[in-house]
């Protein structure tokens, strides 16, 4: 499996670990809703398709990257830095502003 | 020179002789030679016996789908069970030797087997072994006692038990386009792409490059086409953008168009050259890959089809032409296609003499019967062979009228005198690396074979592989795919001219011949057609039942031979047609790879090492080291006659005394810089940083998301925006994972850079009563008393003229230091430290003493925040602030994790004065006999000096709550028990005295 990083290109899978479902979404810092915070701790997709994935390029920049990976064909559909595309509620209220 | 040998023709070279062992008997071949064409030169007609029947088999084949003859060679103590005898290329010396039989292939005892053959059916084992204990023959016991002497009776070749001494190489190569196959279809393509200007790799399994070509007999260009394909290759080398690999078998295709080979670089020599491995993995990432893997020629399903001299029809033609060895003298065909006809002709012309073409068809083609007159032979049109006669070879045949239509024999059966049997079942393209790049083979009933899917990744195929058979096919597809897959343009241009015997490629729907007798379909694991029929009867309906029941193609060939005349029987028993059977998936490796190549430079100890910067310094100075994680820490320093814990007490003994230093550099160290630093330490740390002074450290513990404690450790503010963050030695790499991922994805506003510095500096901990008087007599530049250096405060000074940062904090419970420099002068920092020191009976500590300490004290390691702690249980609320949310604060407190029953850090005292150990369970009553009931087991023990008793921390349910009170310890696995006290985990100055001095 071939990953390409924005920065580095095309790379060997060995060089990257995985850190999870990209779906999830991290709760304001503050908030106190646990169904909300539990769904984000525990809950992960599992699709047989694409997946939005994260992954870091551990053995390279160790940019995290926003991976769709075909679960079934593991075909990489795209790649992109997930430095601020992340569905966190902290970056959205920030983006607006 | 042998009977069986021709005096001209193929590849071997008549002047040179090798000679070589087979089962102790000296033989000789030629250059070229492989294994069997040899043997079969010297008039050796058995080859091996079979895996449950112990039936004698010869060879089935010439090439790479061997199922028979397969050979073990020994290569001094090194043994290689199961290589097929087709694929060993003889060498002076050679020692080959045959396998599954005893004492000798010829006297094999197992061949009693064969009387037996009603018993031993499909599914022998579950129904004799499995189920119930009923009496004394049924059942999982009774396995148990007769698994030895079937493992024994059953089986392949037996692997070696001496070491491999030899050297394994690994290759990663890249390139445009990658040809798997070298017939015609391959160095066309290959040729066509490397004109492009590609990158091109040609790889073939075989030794020599060029596949039927080789043995075909036609006429390529107006040249024998072996002469062509040498030609081919020839130019193909002469290339810069070309690479060849013979010997390579390309054994796996995986995502991203990366491929697995393994080439055989020295297994064909008697003396590996200097430096060559003697295999090569290759990983090879492909831009398009051109399949051109050939076919197989299938067997017919008869009884009898297994005995030695029961061979396919292209080995024959191959043995003869490509090895100059003639099979047999009466030559007898079987064939339900016409590709056996040109075989027929082939051998005609070797100076065999061809007897019958027995074909299962009616109807013969006037061009067939052209060619059954040029061979000379007698056509048995619609007959079939019923049966075959001899022992270790093959002496006759029985032949009946046969209907194609409805499977019925009739009619007398008649004789023929034969040495040998060549049979055709029509041919399977070789699609393996295509099922395995992902995509479900196609049936097509006209082949009567499954094709290539189309591809899920970038390949192309070409030649017999797409079912395309004739040679000219394979010209112009391998160039179009060769064109195709470098990007080239399709080119119309004049092809290689082709003369070749004409053929139907389309055979007539007949897999087996249904009569009297065992009718081999899978040969290396012995099912038969009945077995088959069985597994169908007793209720077996899908594919892969089938073949997990009967073993059905589950052996070292992986079905090459056997799948589809399987599926066709079971297609049969069930009435449905082939396709709706199905097929099984091919999986990788396509022949078997030795583990050897896998590993290739990577065995042995693989870690690597991570020593400190006075790492010699403790080893020249006595140190026992051990390993923890990747690094090398000192355990003890000990005096001569010392045990590690009259080492250890000494050590802290002395410590508490006067003063020990202890080297900290494993100590995990993140400089956290930026403007939001401090907001972010506030987020990651339960505890508040953004309040700390420069100047000042604070002890910091950090939450996983789920509320869990994760790491703690100390962090120094060097500056506003400028901090040192220390993590435990074990999590250094996983504390920084978290902090970049946090400010990557979570919070990628925040304006920080984390850095790993855990290299850059070399620290020493130096602490007790005379800690202070020794830095103050060796550190210039600033003050170390209690005003300039207070409690968790920073200075910078100098110790033997390098800089040096001093941090006062404290692990051991002593007034203590930790002394950082840059990691290339840590040890002459640590050596002034141990000058200094003398005066004041400075010791050096290791981690026993350093461990000790800490228990004492009931500081928390890895061994306390063990994943499943919280910090509740630890008694580090202290620690949760109230003001801020940080990382894990919103799950810490769910019901279950505030639980008054949970685990929580207590202090265990032995009552018993003897020592406890980690992972000795605390009970609330003690029963040796039977133990039961946990309250919680112990994470860390020692000899407490400071006590002078046998201490422990654990980990006990509702453990605040029983301070004071009595417990056992029960240790059944070190037969341990005891009274033990539990109490609170601050078993040694509680209110830190000490350490503020």
């Known amino acids: 499996m071939l990953i390409t990083c924005p920065y580095c290109g095309p790379r060997d899978v060995i060089e990257f670990t995985y850190q999870g479902d990209g779906n999830r979404e991290r709760p304001q810092p503050a908030s106190q809703d646990l169904d909300a915070w539990n769904a984000y701790v525990y809950d992960r997709l599992n699709p047989a398709g694409d997946h939005n994935e994260i992954w870091q390029h551990s053995g390279g920049c160790r940019a995290h990257l926003r991976v769709v990976r075909n679960t079934i064909t593991h075909e990489i559909l795209s790649t992109a830095f997930a430095r601020g595309g992340h569905k966190s509620a902290d970056n959205r209220a920030e983006g607006r502003s | 020179m042998s009977p069986r040998r021709t005096e001209t023709g193929g590849r071997i070279d008549r002047l ?63 043994r290689e069970p199961n290589i097929p005898a087709t694929m060993v290329e003889i060498y002076d010396g050679l020692v080959a030797v045959s396998q599954n039989r005893t004492p000798s292939l ?55 038990t001496a070491p491999d001494p030899a050297r394994y190489g690994r290759m990663n190569a890249f390139c445009d386009v990658l040809v798997v196959g070298s017939g015609p279809a391959g160095l066309m393509a290959a040729k066509a792409a490397a004109d492009q200007g590609a990158r091109v790799i040609l790889a073939d399994l075989e030794a020599n490059l060029g596949g039927s070509a080789n043995w075909s007999g036609e006429t390529i260009d107006g040249m024998p086409a072996a002469d062509w394909a040498q030609r081919m290759a020839a130019q193909l080398a002469g290339n810069d953008n070309v690479r060849l690999l013979p010997r390579t078998t390309v054994w796996g295709y995986y995502d991203g168009n990366t491929l697995a080979a393994l080439e055989r670089v020295t297994d064909h020599k008697e003396v590996a050259a200097t430096g060559e491995p003697r295999q090569r993995y290759w990983a090879i990432r492909a831009g398009t890959v051109v399949l051109a893997t050939g076919s197989f020629e299938r067997p017919l399903v008869f009884p009898g089809n297994d005995r030695p001299g029961v061979m396919l029809a292209h080995a024959a033609e191959r043995y003869a032409n490509e090895y100059g060895v003639l099979p047999g003298q009466r030559i007898a065909l079987f064939t339900n296609n016409d590709s056996a006809y040109r075989s027929a002709v082939a051998l005609k012309k070797a100076g065999a003499a061809v007897v019958a ?82 995509a479900k083979a196609e049936w097509d009933p006209a082949r009567q074979a499954f094709l290539p899917p189309k591809p899920t990744q970038r390949w192309i195929g070409a030649g017999a592989f797409t079912g395309s058979f004739s040679t000219a096919e394979a010209i112009a597809e391998g160039r179009a795919a060769g064109l195709q897959a470098a990007g080239g343009a399709v080119s119309s241009g004049p092809l290689p001219v082709v003369e070749a015997a004409p053929g139907d490629p389309n055979p007539a729907p007949v897999f087996e011949i249904k009569a009297k007798g065992k ?68 999986r990788p490796p396509y022949t078997a790879v030795s583990i050897g190549s896998l590993a290739a430079e990577r065995f042995g100890d693989l870690k690597p090492e ?8 403790h080893i020249a100075n006595g140190a026992r080291m051990y390993s923890a994680g990747l690094w090398y820490r000192p355990m003890i320093y000990g005096l001569p006659g010392e045990t590690v814990e009259q080492a250890y007490v000494r050590e802290a003994r002395a410590t508490r005394e006067s003063a020990g230093i202890v080297d900290v550099s494993t100590l995990g160290k993140i400089a956290v810089q930026g403007p939001d630093a401090a907001e972010f330490l506030d987020r990651v740390y339960t505890n508040m940083f953004s309040t700390l002074a420069v100047g000042k450290a604070r002890y910091g513990l950090m939450l996983r998301e789920d509320g869990l404690a994760f790491d703690d450790g100390t962090t120094w503010r060097l500056g506003e925006q400028d901090f040192l963050m ?29 850095t790993s510095v855990t290299d850059e500096w070399a620290g020493a901990a130096i602490g007790g009563p005379k800690a202070r008087a020794i830095l103050a007599s060796c550190v210039t530049g600033t003050a170390v008393d209690n005003a300039t250096l207070p409690f968790m405060g920073i200075v910078h000074g100098r110790i033997a003229g390098v800089p040096v940062m001093i941090c006062r904090l404290s692990f051991s419970g002593e007034m203590a230091f930790e002394v950082y420099s840059g990691a290339g002068y840590g040890t002459r920092v640590w050596e002034a430290l141990i000058e200094a020191g003398k005066p004041f009976g400075l010791v050096t500590y290791g981690l026993e003493a350093l461990g000790t300490m800490r228990i ?83 994470t860390a023990c020692c000899y407490s000096p400071a006590l002078g008793k046998y201490i422990a921390l654990a980990l006990v349910k509702g453990g605040k709550a029983r301070h004071g009170t009595r417990a056992f310890v029960s240790d059944p696995l070190r037969n341990r028990f005891g009274p033990v006290e539990i109490v609170s985990n601050h078993f040694y100055d509680p209110d830190g005295s000490r350490m503020h001095g």
């Open chain 2, 357 to 438: 073409i027995i074909d299962v068809r009616g109807d013969i083609s006037n061009e067939m019967r052209r060619l059954t007159s040029d061979a000379g032979a007698e056509l048995l049109a619609g007959h079939a062979v019923v049966a075959t006669e001899g022992g270790k070879a093959l002496t006759g045949l029985k032949v009946q009228r046969f209907d194609a239509m409805s499977g019925s024999l009739s009619g007398d059966e008649r004789s023929i005198h034969a040495d040998n049997l060549l049979m055709s079942g029509g041919w399977s393209p070789t699609i393996h690396l295509a099922s395995q790049a992902g």
């Open chain 2, 726 to 754: 220390t993590t435990t030695t074990a999590n250094a790499g996983k504390v920084m994972q978290h902090l970049e991922y946090f400010l990557d994805v979570i919070w990628p506003e925040l304006k920080v850079t984390v």
């Open chain 2, 106 to 160: 010829a006297w094999d005892i197992g061949a009693i087997n064969q009387l037996g053959g009603k018993i031993l059916s499909a599914g022998f084992y579950y129904k004799t072994f499995m189920g119930p204990v009923i009496g004394p023959l049924k059942g999982t016991r009774f396995w148990m006692f007769c698994e030895h002497f079937i493992r024994r009776a059953a089986g392949l070749g037996k692997a070696g």
């Open chain 2, 16 to 78: 040179r002789t090798i000679r070589f062992t087979f089962d102790g008997a000296a033989y000789t071949g030629h250059a070229g030679d492989t294994l069997a064409s040899a043997l079969l030169a010297s008039g050796v007609t058995l080859f091996g016996r079979s895996f449950k029947y112990h039936r004698p088999r010869g060879l089935l084949s010439a090439g790479v789908e061997e199922p028979n003859a397969l050979v073990t060679v020994l290569r001094g103590e090194v």
């Open chain 2, 519 to 586: 009718s081999f379909v899978d040969f290396q694991h012995d099912v038969t057609a009945e077995d088959v029929r069985l597994a169908h009867r007793e209720g077996f309906v899908s594919v892969e039942h089938l073949k997990r029941y009967t073993t059905l193609g589950m052996a070292t060939d992986q079905g090459k031979n056997s799948n589809v005349p399987g599926l066709a029987i079971m297609a049969e028993a069930l009435g449905k047609p082939i396709p709706e059977v199905g097929t099984t998936r091919f």
């Open chain 2, 610 to 617: 991570r020593l400190t910067p006075m790492h010699d310094w």
């Open chain 2, 856 to 938: 004492e004290k009931g500081h928390v390691t890895g061994a306390e925040i063990d994943g499943r702690t919280t910090a509740r249980d630890l008694h580090l609320d202290w620690m949760l602030s109230k003001k801020k949310p940080f990382i894990g604060s919103a799950m810490m407190d769910r019901e279950g994790l505030i639980a008054s029953d949970r685990l929580q850090l207590v202090g265990v005292v032995a009552l018993d004065n003897r020592p406890l150990n980690g992972g000795g369970h605390i009970v609330e009553e003690l029963d040796e006999a039977n133990p039961h009931d946990s309250l919680g087991h112990i």
